[in-house]
């Protein structure tokens, strides 16, 4: 294969990886739920966008790393205390916000009414 050959063969690689490879890295996956509702306790429920966090949070395992990606998980690992109550909202959620919030940058709600809206 001559030199030219070869780079056309690569551009053309990158452009289908480009095109193709969002859409197959999210094909075999399970994305849930669209909207959650959270139980929140005696503060009220929270309604979590679950799929706009997927396209700004992109890596699942900031979440997941904590709870399974099974319906449940999350009051599951609070009930066996794998998972003390108030860690997800504090040491994901909030950390989360806070940090893009003090970077100037688009972000979630700080405030326990805004999220504990229910
Ligand atoms: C910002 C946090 C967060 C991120 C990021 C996130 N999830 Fe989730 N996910 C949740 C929460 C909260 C639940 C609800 C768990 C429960 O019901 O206890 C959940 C539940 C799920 C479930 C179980 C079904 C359901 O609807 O409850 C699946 C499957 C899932 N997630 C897949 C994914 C995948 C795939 C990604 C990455 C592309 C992802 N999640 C990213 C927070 C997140
Ligand atoms: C970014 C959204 C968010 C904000 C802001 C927020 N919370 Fe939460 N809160 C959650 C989520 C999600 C849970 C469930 C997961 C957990 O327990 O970590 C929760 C759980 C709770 C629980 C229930 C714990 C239990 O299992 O009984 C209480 C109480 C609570 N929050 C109080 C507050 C108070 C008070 C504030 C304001 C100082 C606040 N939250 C702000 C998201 C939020
Ligand atoms: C790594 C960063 C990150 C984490 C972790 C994260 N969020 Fe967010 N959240 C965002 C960003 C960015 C937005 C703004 C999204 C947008 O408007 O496009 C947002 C927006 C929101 C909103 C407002 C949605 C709206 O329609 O205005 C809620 C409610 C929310 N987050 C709840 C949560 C809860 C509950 C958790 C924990 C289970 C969580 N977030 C974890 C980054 C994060």
């Known amino acids: 294969m001559t030199i030219k050959?070869?780079?056309?063969?690569?551009?053309?690689?990158?452009?289908?990886?480009?095109?193709?490879?969002?859409?197959?890295?999210?094909?075999?996956?399970?994305?849930?739920?669209?909207?959650?509702?959270?139980?929140?306790?005696?503060?009220?429920?929270?309604?979590?966008?679950?799929?706009?966090?997927?396209k700004s949070?992109?890596?699942?395992?900031?979440c997941h790393l904590s709870f399974a990606q099974k319906e449940g998980a999350l009051e599951a690992a609070k009930k066996s205390e794998a998972l003390k109550k108030k860690y997800v909202m504090n040491k994901i959620c909030l950390k989360c916000h806070r940090a893009l919030k003090k970077a100037g940058e688009k972000s979630g709600p700080t405030s326990c009414k805004k999220c504990h809206t229910k």
């Open 57 to 62: 949070v992109t890596d699942c395992q900031v």
């Open 5 to 54: 050959n070869s780079k056309a063969l690569l551009i053309c690689c990158i452009i289908t990886g480009l095109f193709f490879g969002p859409a197959i890295l999210f094909a075999d996956q399970n994305q849930g739920r669209k909207e959650i509702s959270l139980y929140g306790g005696k503060s009220g429920t929270i309604l979590f966008p679950h799929h706009t966090h997927q």
